[in-house]
């Protein structure tokens, strides 16, 4: 039996069929759109046109007919079927709408955007909880902002958000979306001598939790990804860039507008502007490549965040206060001019792990107190840097201070080399104060070191050669069975030891 086909969704649903009949459309409005498919007649009094999967007779002139063509599909809705333009010559804010509000948006175990780029103006989504939200990769080779390899491109000229994962503001939910594959990119229409608008976030995830984003690039925006008061999210093997498209960005010369690489944020971790409550918490950032973002993470508030297996070609990554339990594990980075790390607030459990940087500054920049700072195992190098941690005198009780080096040329330390500042460490419940920064254990130091006990202890015995010895500094101190040394403007000098 011949199976008829038409061409296109209008002419068929010029069409009337017969219960069970099929059909094949061959495009939904021009050859090769990628929005045709198998459909079959059925007879119903509650069928809806949703745009894709489901297509009524439309005759005005003709006698009321029950009944609609409907797409025989498995698996993932297609954005071509609902007439999505993938060339870049034309917007499908209209169509994408028609896509999510249709019945078979809410029983669709996910939504797949083929290769090519789809222009938007508007906010795209939400999707319904738990979507699978899937493109066909990202472009690997050549410029990055081409879409070359046949990959997902979504380009947003809108203002405000991009893509919106999340949903109410004032209900947590267990999400569970995934979006995957997709490159999102904030374009200016007019090109970069004129800017009607702000694109300020690319993707945000507001106040849900579980939801992923994976193997997509994100780029020209203020904040490429913003958490909100979501919890337990991850972002895997994504690319950070902060410059639009050539062409289409905005003006270098006004930084207050640039969304290029001077001014932008790769990912925000923190509270929404309105819903200053809301903690982001349990956000897990890993494989991931930031590339001409002026700053790499902002904290904005939260707790038990792990960035691991990262780097970072940025000015810094940013810690704000009010964070509690912050991992950053093996960490590389290159151009940083400003700090590698920064802090500017209050921080409980900072932890930087396995961290190397290469450029000559700062491995970690403290402005404010730190209580529980973890330094393990971190690698810094560069001439012009004599200190890896400067403002030192804000670390706090309850600190682990593991090694860092090399340090400058070639120069090996074992240890923490601080700047100027001396340091302050204090045991937690004790204060510490700036105009006297120093060291105390049990107690506040009012010495530059003040220990409340009743030992003090060097383990390792050292014997100086002579009173001429060149070995140490003016006021070491060193012990063996006979004797206690101490090194003067003269040379070493000794006390004996007796039993009694």
């Known amino acids: 039996m011949d199976v008829q086909s038409v061409a296109t969704v209008n002419d068929l649903r010029q069409l009337t069929g017969s219960e069970g009949q099929t059909i094949i459309l061959e495009c939904y409005a021009q050859p090769g759109d990628g929005g045709g498919g198998i459909f079959t007649y059925i007879h119903s009094h509650t069928a809806v046109d949703d745009g894709g999967t489901i297509f009524k007779f439309d005759v005005p002139s003709s006698p009321i007919l029950e009944g609609a063509w409907y797409r025989m599909y498995a698996g993932p809705l297609n954005a071509l079927w609902f007439g999505l333009d993938s060339t870049g010559s034309s917007p499908n804010d209209s169509a994408h709408s028609n896509m999510l509000a249709s019945a078979a948006a809410g029983k669709s175990p996910g939504f797949f955007y083929p290769s090519g780029t789809y222009l938007f103006e508007k906010t795209i989504g939400p999707w319904p909880l738990g979507a699978r939200i899937l493109g066909s990769g990202i472009s690997i080779l050549g410029n990055p902002h081409v879409n070359d390899q046949g990959g997902t491109v979504f380009h947003f000229s809108g203002s405000g958000v991009a893509v919106e994962l999340g949903h109410d503001p004032d209900v947590n939910t267990r999400n569970g979306s995934v979006f995957e594959g997709i490159e999102v990119l904030g374009v200016n229409p007019n090109g970069a001598a004129s800017y009607p608008n702000i694109n300020e976030i690319g993707i945000e995830i507001l106040n849900d939790g579980s939801v992923t984003v994976r193997n997509c690039r994100i780029g020209g925006f203020k904040f490429s990804i913003s958490l909100d008061g979501a919890e337990v999210c991850a972002v895997e093997g994504c690319n950070f860039d902060g410059a639009p498209p050539a062409g289409k960005g905005y003006p270098v010369s006004d930084l207050s507008a640039d969304l290029g690489a001077l001014s932008a944020f790769a990912i925000r971790l923190g509270t929404w502007k309105s819903q200053a409550g809301l903690a982001c918490n349990q956000i897990v950032i890993s494989n991931c490549q930031f590339n001409n973002t002026y700053w790499g993470v902002l904290h904005n508030g939260g707790f038990n965040h792990h960035i691991v297996d990262c780097n970072f070609e940025s000015n810094v990554a940013i810690l704000t206060e009010a964070n509690f339990a912050t991992i950053y594990e093996n960490i590389t980075g290159e151009g940083a001019f400003n ?15 396995n961290v190397v940087v ?26 012009t840097c004599p200190f890896p941690v400067v403002g030192s005198r804000f670390i706090a009780g309850g600190s682990s201070l593991g090694n860092i080096g090399p340090v400058g040329a070639g120069e090996g330390t074992a240890g923490v080399i601080f700047d100027t500042d001396p340091l302050s460490i204090v045991e937690l419940n004790y204060a510490y104060n700036k105009s006297n920064p120093a060291l105390g254990i049990n107690c506040t130091p009012l010495s530059p070191i003040d220990i409340n006990d009743n030992r003090l202890r060097i383990r390792d015995s050292h014997t100086p050669s002579s009173s001429a010895d060149s070995s140490g500094n003016v006021g070491d101190i060193c012990w063996d069975a006979n004797y206690i040394y101490v090194k003067t403007q003269a040379g070493w000098t000794r006390s004996p030891l007796t039993a009694w």
């Open 339 to 353: 700090s590698n790390f920064l802090t500017t607030g209050t921080n409980y459990h900072l932890t930087l792990k």
């Open 358 to 383: 290469t450029q000559s500054c700062p491995l970690l920049t403290l402005l404010g107190p730190q209580y529980g700072l973890n330094l393990l195992g971190n690698y810094l190098q560069g001439s």
